[in-house]
């Protein structure tokens, strides 16, 4: 080939390189166009909710995006309801939402035509704890007096703000099983969201509230009409939660860990998740998001897109075990 054919070819690769640089500045430069729509997929006070509005508000208190995140919450089916609705808007880059176990477990069970494959990973968030209520003036005084109870009278019921089968199910089924009951015996009665489940346990018709301890502190403390029995933890945690006893304290050996993260619509462009990413990374550094997850009993346990999806394959290989084991998995 001549010089001259070399210097031709140099000059014609020169804008195609150019073009290639560009591109990848204008992936690596995707902002929001509008609104993020940011859903929980419950109805207002449960984890979700809690993790859905905190974001949105560090995001919005420390100036992080030039849009606003929206919380919407759109409640039914331990979840399911929602994830259809996201399901339709393939594409989307506005879209996003809260997730956490029932994201794994619902579909399982047969309550969604929808599980996490069908849907982009975005971040993983953090992690949260179970937590046992009853009503203040309970005759349980401990984990103890609980089950010995939940023993003797197989109709009294446990709630929760997920669906059977669902991620506080699967909690106090495995609380049951270390206190020496069958996990498939008891008397799980699910709701709509954990607001739902804390307004039956006040009105008596049931006798405990399992729910996840971030949205539960609030609720806590002098003059509350609530009462913590035990947390899952491995440790006792901090802020609000630090006077509640672990499970293990009480001789209990169990623990049980709530992931919560963030997933978008599915195909969502690559260029948006990555604009993500680096959104919640950058929030989990502020101070605002360090006081709101000290006060609310959170772990950081950031996880980018890739390491988030490989672990939620993992999350419904270990599920699908505990599900065998209750009779609820999905023939």
């Known amino acids: 080939m001549t010089t001259l054919s070399l210097k031709r070819i140099a000059v014609l690769a020169l804008p195609m390189a150019a073009l290639a640089m560009t591109t990848s500045a204008q992936a690596q430069e995707w902002t929001p166009s509008r609104s993020i729509e940011f859903v929980a997929p419950a109805n207002p006070g449960g984890g979700w909710d809690t993790l859905v509005r905190t974001m949105s508000r560090v995001i919005q208190q420390e100036s992080l995006a030039d849009e606003s995140f929206a919380a919407i919450n759109v409640p039914g089916g331990g979840g399911a309801v929602a994830w259809a609705q996201v399901a339709r808007d393939s594409g989307n880059p506005h879209k996003l939402f809260a997730t956490s176990p029932p994201m794994i477990l619902v579909p399982l069970a047969g309550a969604s035509r929808y599980d996490h494959t069908d849907f982009t990973p975005i971040a993983r968030i953090n992690t949260d704890y179970s937590i046992i209520l009853v009503a203040a003036d309970s005759e349980y005084q401990d984990l103890e007096d609980l089950f010995e109870a939940l023993k003797a009278n197989p109709?009294?019921?446990?709630?929760?703000?997920?669906?059977?089968?669902?991620?506080?199910?699967?909690?106090?089924?495995?609380?049951?099983?270390?206190?020496?009951?069958?996990?498939?015996?008891?008397?799980?009665?699910?709701?709509?969201?954990?607001?739902?489940?804390?307004?039956?346990?006040?009105?008596?018709?049931?006798?405990?509230?399992?729910?996840?301890a971030g949205e539960a502190v609030g609720q806590l403390g002098e003059g509350s009409q609530l009462r913590a029995l035990g947390v899952s933890s491995e440790e006792r945690l901090g802020g609000g939660l630090a006077d509640v006893p672990t499970y293990k304290e009480q001789g209990f050996d169990y623990t049980f860990d709530i992931w919560r993260g963030v997933m978008g619509a599915p195909d969502m462009p690559e260029e948006a998740v990555e604009y993500y990413e680096t959104l919640f990374a950058e929030m989990l550094e502020t101070e605002a998001w360090r006081e709101a997850s000290d006060q609310l009993g959170w772990i950081d346990a950031y996880q980018d897109s890739d390491a988030f999806g490989t672990f939620l394959d993992e999350q419904q290989e270990q599920f699908s075990s505990v599900l065998t084991d209750l009779g609820l998995l999905r023939q």
């Open 155 to 212: 109709g009294l019921s446990v709630g929760g703000g997920s669906a059977p089968g669902s991620m506080d199910h699967i909690s106090v089924a495995g609380l049951a099983s270390a206190a020496g009951m069958e996990a498939s015996a008891v008397n799980y009665i699910p709701f709509s969201g954990g607001g739902d489940a804390m307004t039956n346990l006040m009105g008596g018709h049931i006798e405990a509230v399992i729910g996840g």
